[in-house]
């Protein structure tokens, strides 16, 4: 039985009786349908003809019925398909600046020798320990300042200027463990810093700058109080306070377009769940990610 | 002769030289630091330091954002901490929180993730399926579909009246019921500390299994002296993540409730209650307060862990 050493969480495999085994698979095969239950509910729910989501705590709808998905993508003065398109835009270019701007100054900590390098590390790590809300007022005041409230921009900018020091420390890590000898060689050659970080840094980081950049994206996607403190014209809306303004409109009237629209949110993230579930899950095991 | 002076003369120029570019070096090398390090730096000045020196300078104040800060001294941190009965509520709601669903939690992931460490065929995806809510958990969809699973017609409630005949009452708008909704909500995403206790599990050499297995030592034995004192830094890192997050929960009760922290401020958290202040009520530097509050709140707690942990966190070496 091999056992790959670089798995760090799979144990290997135990062989049972069958009984054993087929009860356990049973038991696990259970939990798993209870643990889901709930998000199964919510897309059955969807699908259902609306007078019919409370008859049965049944998951099959009598019937396929996609009126909920039109009610609810047309439910608030504008569409969802503006809202998607807000999401979208927010994440994708605040995952750019977190990958660009915390790699840059990983780069810097774990390469390049300056003077006052170990103070600014400390003073990187202690802002990971800072809780949001304490900046939050000032800098909201500083966007107001700027015109940038009821605009993407305060969601995006900062990611640029690496505030997000969680990353920084994330690919510090991983920078530290690609071998030194690579950019003394680069540098004998003549190669500039830059070039190092293009040429050699990068292209060997994938891994990291792949988890940093799923994270990000997911963390944007999900996020709720950036949004809904810096947006208010409906057009500018992101995906999540659309659905908080149609929880707000519909109330408990309509259950089948509100699961609809819920649905249609999760599944960004569902998709990366899908692809990219092991980078997902390996990067939680390897940083202690709380999500 | 000549060829001699003619290469000493080459040597000194280039010792010279070499100085000279020793010095460019390490002005190059400076500059190079600085200028990748140029983007965090105006980050850390100008959105975190900056803004963190101006949230402690404007808790001393009275600010709405119209008229420029009114310094009041510490008049709000009097208020909130003597005669503020919402900040009481926000403080009962979040202790609640924190000290029913981190433990709960925990102790579910550590419970899973052992049952998964036994050697099971597929746990690739019954890992995946534990770990999805803890993904999607924290999106506003799942936040809905919780005040759908709570409501007076919701599911659990459907579900009571088939198996028991049971009405069971509306629990989200319950005042008695409401916080512990969320608690279950956050129980139920625990599937990234899940994962933290599965790597650490796989750490623990098997060999001391074996030996105790060879001492005669039954399961329970080998879990409390084994198991559980391996995985102590694990489950202390675990459960200090665990807690500053649950402090700063905000999502979930702020969908059940709409904004309001209700029904009678029974899910009024900390950080739902800062937010009223600032962005419903523009009391900047009252909320400023409470932010510099919670932080000392936070920082008591992560050194009172790392203090107690020598008591308990076993470190092998």
């Known amino acids: 039985m091999t056992d790959a050493p670089h ?18 698979h049973a038991v696990l095969i259970v939990c798993s349908f209870g643990m889901l239950y709930p998000i199964l509910w919510m897309i059955s729910g969807s699908f259902r003809p609306q007078e019919e989501l409370f ?20 439910g608030l003065q504008v569409t969802f398909g503006r809202f998607f ?13 977190n990958v660009v701007g915390c790699s840059l100054a990983a780069f810097a900590f774990s390469r390049l020798r300056f003077a006052g390098r170990n103070f600014w590390f400390a003073l990187m790590l202690g802002t990971l320990m800072l809780p949001y809300h304490v900046v939050l007022i000032p800098q909201y005041i500083l966007f107001l300042h700027l015109g ?61 700058l792949a988890t940093a950049a799923i994270f990000s994206f997911i963390w944007t996607w999900d996020d709720f109080f950036g949004p809904l403190i810096y947006l208010s014209d409906i057009n500018t809306y992101t995906v999540q306070l659309g659905l908080r303004s149609f929880v ?15 649905n249609l949110s999760l599944i960004p993230v569902f998709l990366f769940f899908l692809f990219f579930q092991r980078l997902l899950i390996e990067g939680i095991a390897t940083t202690g990610m709380k999500r | 002769m000549a060829s001699q002076t003619e290469t000493m003369h080459r040597g000194s120029r280039t010792a010279a030289l070499r100085g000279q570019s020793a010095f460019r070096r390490m002005l190059d090398r400076n500059a190079a630091g600085y200028v990748f390090l140029l983007p965090w730096l105006l980050g850390f000045f100008g959105l975190t330091l900056g803004p963190a020196l101006a949230s402690l300078y404007l808790s001393f104040t009275n600010y709405d954002l119209l008229q420029s800060p009114d310094w009041v001294g510490a008049a709000n ?13 926000a403080m009962r709601v979040t202790f609640t929180y924190v000290i029913l669903s981190v433990p709960l939690k925990l102790a579910f992931a550590l419970a899973v993730a052992m049952a998964f460490n036994r050697g099971i065929k597929g746990l690739t995806l019954y890992r995946a399926i534990f770990y999805l809510p803890s993904l999607l958990g924290s999106s506003v969809a799942i936040a809905v579909l919780w005040r759908q699973l709570f409501a007076s017609d919701g599911l659990i409630n459907m579900a009571l009246w088939q198996a028991f005949g049971f009405e069971g009452p509306s629990w989200i708008s319950n005042p008695d019921y409401a916080l512990y909704t969320l608690v279950l909500l956050s129980i139920w995403q625990f599937g990234s500390p899940m994962i933290i206790f599965l790597a650490g599990l796989r750490q623990i050499p098997k ?80 909320a400023s307060a409470l932010a510099w509050i919670l932080v000392v709140i936070i920082s008591l707690f992560t050194a009172f862990s790392f203090l107690g942990a020598r008591y308990w966190v076993h470190y092998d070496d």
């Open chain 2, 207 to 286: 060999d001391m299994y074996e030996a105790a297995e060879m001492d005669g030592a039954g399961k329970a034995r080998q879990f409390f002296r084994i198991t559980l004192p391996l995985l102590t830094p694990v489950i202390f890192f675990n459960s200090v993540i665990q807690t500053i997050e649950a402090f700063k929960a905000f999502t979930p009760a702020f969908i059940i409730s709409e904004g309001t922290g209700g029904p009678i401020n029974s899910t009024l958290f900390y950080t739902l209650y800062l937010y009223q202040e600032a962005f419903g009520f523009f009391r900047m530097g009252y």
């Open chain 1, 248 to 262: 707000d409109s519909t109330g408990s009237s309509d259950w089948t377009a509100l699961f609809a629209m819920s």
């Open chain 1, 148 to 208: 940038w409230v009821n605009s993407p921009l305060p969601l995006i900018v900062p990611k640029y200027l690496a505030t997000d020091a969680f990353f920084i420390f994330l690919m510090v890590q991983f920078f530290r463990g690609i071998p030194k000898e690579l950019d003394e060689a680069a540098v004998m050659d003549g190669c500039s810093p830059f070039r190092i970080y293009w040429k050699i840094m990068l292209p060997l980081s994938m891994p990291v």
């Open chain 1, 55 to 74: 008859g049965s705590s049944s998951l099959i709808p009598s019937a396929l019925d996609l009126g909920g998905y039109v009610r609810g993508w047309s």
């Open chain 1, 7 to 24: 798995d760090l969480l799979s144990p290997p495999k135990v062989r049972r009786s069958p009984v054993k085994s087929i009860l356990l």
């Open chain 2, 77 to 89: 941190y009097v208020r909130i901490l003597t005669d503020d009965p919402k900040f009481g509520a």
């Open chain 1, 85 to 97: 398109w807000n999401s979208l835009v927010i994440s994708v270019l605040a995952t750019i600046g």
